[in-house]
């Protein structure tokens, strides 16, 4: 029974080892009729060298499949704006903060917070009752002088009349005339001491000095408020200017110039983008009378009508700032640039034929590429559909199902 074992075992071993010598042969015989060609050839595909040359969606025969479906758009030549991108933050042209100028008492808070005020509005009212007696005292006062230089100017003209009928003497009259100078004096005096109340009388009325809004209002009625209180509730109330506005913005350094170039000719359009549907536009205001050398840009205003309030002080937007116009300006949808080895590049579909086109991008904005050299007006060019195409690739032309010259994310390589 072992001597029957073994010899099967030694049988077993023997016909391995041929299959194994040669399995070359055996696979090229047998392999057709059980699948193991097609695997092999696909393994050796994988491990080709060949196989890995072409880039990432570019590799394989030609269409092994057919045509590839694609979907085309035409370039185009047209005006196009060279625009400028950068991110700013909305500053209120003017931020006043409220403060009392006078130690006194709040009768009485006349706003609401957060409430949208216009220059010349009432907003706190403070105790006035002191001011206004002093003041009453001091009008009688200016009464009573008026009284003294009419007397007094009387007593002048009658020494006057008897000196020059030698019924009076020179001393007389003089003293007259020093009482009457000394009553207008005085007269004077109390009417500039009636002008400095009633300009105190002004400050228990304390009114906005711009419009705009209103921020928190720290203190109420009956609070007590001093100028030399310098708490954080020494600050009644902050108004900020919401309309017009500012963005302040950075732009690089190389740009300036060009900016420069384009304030001399005219106003230069700047846009606050809130969103796609939210845009606010105006004009350049300010630009910095330096650089920064520790970021190498330089800091610049636009002034933005707001009467809307899309713009909020210290909100973020992207801003765009129109430096001219360039005419003929050739341009395909932002789609269309893919990235490369050697650069950017877009496929021209010609006689139903993919060429593939290495392009120079000057910039890309709404939507569209702004393209320096590689193309021509008229050209058609893939918009979708670039993955499984390559140089020569045979084509057929599908309608968009979206919109191709909507803003597109950065190209893919």
């Known amino acids: ?51 890995g040359a072409q880039p990432q969606g570019r590799r394989g025969r030609l269409n092994p499949g ?15 704006p060279v625009m400028v991108d950068a991110v700013g ?30 220059e010349g509005d009432i907003l706190f009212e403070l105790d006035a009752r002191t001011l206004k007696a002093q003041l009453g005292q001091i009008e009688a006062q200016i009464r009573k002088d008026q009284a003294q230089v009419v007397q007094a100017r009387r007593d002048l003209q009658r020494n006057e009349e008897l000196l020059s009928k030698n019924a009076g003497t020179v001393v007389q009259r003089d003293n007259a005339g020093t009482a009457l100078k000394a009553a207008e004096a005085q007269l ?22 711009v419009s705009g809004r209103i921020g928190s209002i720290a203190n109420k009625a009956g609070a007590v408020v001093r100028t030399g209180d310098n708490s954080a509730t020494s600050t009644l109330a902050t108004i900020n200017q919401i309309d017009p506005i500012y963005v302040s913005f950075a732009i690089p350094q190389i740009i300036l110039p060009d900016l420069r170039a384009a304030m001399t000719k005219g106003p230069v359009t700047v846009t606050a983008v809130i969103d796609d549907t939210k845009k606010q536009s105006g004009e350049m205001a300010f630009i910095e009378n330096t650089v920064d050398p520790n970021t190498g840009t330089v800091t610049a205003k636009a002034r933005i009508g707001n009467a809307n309030e899309l713009l909020w ?46 392009v120079v991008v000057k ?32 084509v057929t032309i599908r309608p968009p199902t979206v919109d191709p010259n909507r803003p597109a994310s950065p190209p893919r390589g």
């Open 1 to 51: 029974m072992g001597f029957v074992r073994a010899a099967v075992f030694a049988s077993i071993v023997a016909i391995g080892g041929a299959v194994y010598i040669y399995r070359d042969d055996v696979i090229r015989q047998v392999g057709p009729h059980i699948g193991m060609g097609t695997a092999a050839k696909t393994a050796e595909a994988q491990a080709s060298p060949a196989s």
């Open 66 to 80: 057919g045509a590839v479906p694609v979907v085309v758009m035409p370039v185009m030549r047209d005006a196009m």
């Open 89 to 118: 933050t909305v500053q209120s042209i003017a931020s006043v903060q409220i403060k009392p100028r006078m130690d006194s008492q709040i009768m009485k808070v006349n706003v609401e917070e957060g409430a949208l005020v216009k």
């Open 188 to 209: 004077e005096a109390d009417e500039a001491a009636k002008a400095s109340v009633q300009t105190q009388l002004t400050f228990t009325e304390i009114r906005a000095p």
């Open 313 to 358: 002080p210290g909100q973020f937007v992207k801003v765009e700032i129109v430096l001219g116009i360039e005419s003929n300006a050739i341009s395909v949808p932002a789609s269309a640039v893919q990235l490369g080895s050697q650069g950017p590049f877009v496929f021209v579909i010609k006689d139903g034929v993919a060429e593939l086109r290495q």
């Open 363 to 394: 910039r890309t904005q709404d939507g569209r590429a702004v393209i320096g050299k590689g193309v021509e007006s008229g050209e058609q060019v893939v918009v979708d559909g670039q993955l499984r195409l390559v140089q020569g690739a045979s």
